[in-house]
T-cell receptor
């Protein structure tokens, strides 16, 4: 079955710097890759997603890149702000069926 | 729309007790699922349903039962609670299982003593 590895597990940056979180997956049939942000005590919320027919997608300060050959995808946050502090989860669909397999999460801390 | 709702928000059980975690959505979503979240483990799929009357097991189904008698509701039953089931449980829903966004409920924090 699908296996998703996420790195790093913790990340600390200064306000205004960029943050990059990377995930690898094992199932070459996976075709949907969402990213979720979870603030302390809250539910995970989708922040951006990418499908396998696209290499990059941007939404303001957030971007996701996908390399299907290497089976990895990354979340890029530019001009980080303290409110970006949260745990971020990547996920990959299990084959073409759609069940999501999640990475273990990255705790991002943005220091003012 | 209320979105995905879960009850209760918090629950404490003794080992061996049973209970049902409730999940409901009002978005007419076909796909619903239950995850558990443990520190350092991410979100792990327990059970899922692709429509009323259809359920299937996820990654960690042991000790849990589900049913889907209506499109709106997807309850999760703990048959005989164990301390290993102490976790935060999230229900989620999507328009369909195929390549779609999952909306999460607010979560239920369960402690089994």
């Amino acid at each position: 079955g699908e296996n998703v590895e996420q790195h790093p597990s913790t990340l600390s940056v200064q306000e205004g710097d960029s943050a990059v979180i990377k995930c690898t997956y094992s199932d070459s049939a996976s075709n949907y890759f969402p990213w979720y942000k979870q603030e302390l005590g809250k539910r995970p919320q989708l922040i951006i997603d990418i499908r396998s027919n696209v290499g990059e997608k941007k939404d303001q300060r957030i971007a996701v890149t996908l390399n299907k050959t290497a089976k990895h995808f990354s979340l890029h946050i530019t001009e980080t702000q303290p409110e970006d502090s949260a745990v971020y989860f990547c996920a990959a669909s299990e084959g073409s069926q759609g069940n999501l397999i999640f990475g273990k999460g990255t705790k991002l801390s943005v220091k003012p | 729309n209320a979105g995905v709702t879960q009850t209760p928000k918090f629950q404490v059980l003794k080992t061996g007790q049973s209970m049902t975690l409730q999940c409901a959505q009002d978005m007419n979503h076909e796909y619903m699922s239950w995850y558990r979240q443990d520190p350092g483990m991410g979100l792990r799929l327990i059970h899922y349903s692709v429509g009323a009357g259809i359920t299937d097991q996820g990654e960690v189904p042991n000790g849990y039962n589900v049913s889907r008698s209506t499109t709106e509701d997807f309850p999760l039953r703990l048959l005989s609670a164990a301390p290993s089931q102490t976790s935060v449980y999230f229900c989620a829903s999507s328009y369909s299982i195929f390549l779609d966004i999952e909306y999460f409920g607010p979560g239920t924090r369960l402690t089994v003593t």
